[in-house]
């Protein structure tokens, strides 16, 4: 296999992070767009590039505007933005927490969550 391009590598994982947030399996995204399961894996791994028709469908399937795949790119060093060096977001755990916290529909109670996981946070870093 060819090298793959850092810009698809980019969009490809942008896309996985959003399916998953959205609750799309592979197969659901691959139905919505009229390709198999198995491109959208090559789109996520990078592995083949998304021509701008298909991104501008994905990015209408997945609520999004078309400029979300192209966040994050060459932000400076010390600007991790929305994932640390460590790659949380792409952690499943991270994912299905976020999931979960979106289904939470009141919002008092979302809200209270929220600041149960900031509390045991902060207490953490701070032991």
Do not use: C, W
Request: charged letters at 30%.
């Amino acid at each position: 296999m060819a090298d793959r391009d850092p810009l698809d590598v980019h969009i490809g994982e942008r896309l996985r992070l959003l399916r998953t947030l959205r609750g799309f399996s592979q197969e659901r995204l691959g139905l919505a767009l009229g390709i198999t399961f198995q491109q959208v894996q090559k789109y996520e791994r990078g592995a083949n590039r998304i021509g701008a028709s298909r991104l501008y469908h994905m990015s209408r399937v997945l609520g999004v505007r078309v400029t979300y795949f192209f966040d994050a790119m060459n932000r400076p060093a010390d600007d991790p933005g929305e994932a640390d060096g460590n790659g949380t977001m792409h952690r499943r755990e991270t994912l299905e927490l976020v999931r979960a916290y979106e289904r939470i529909a009141d919002g008092r109670v979302r809200r209270r969550f929220f600041d149960v996981v900031r509390v045991i946070g902060d207490d953490a870093v701070a032991s």
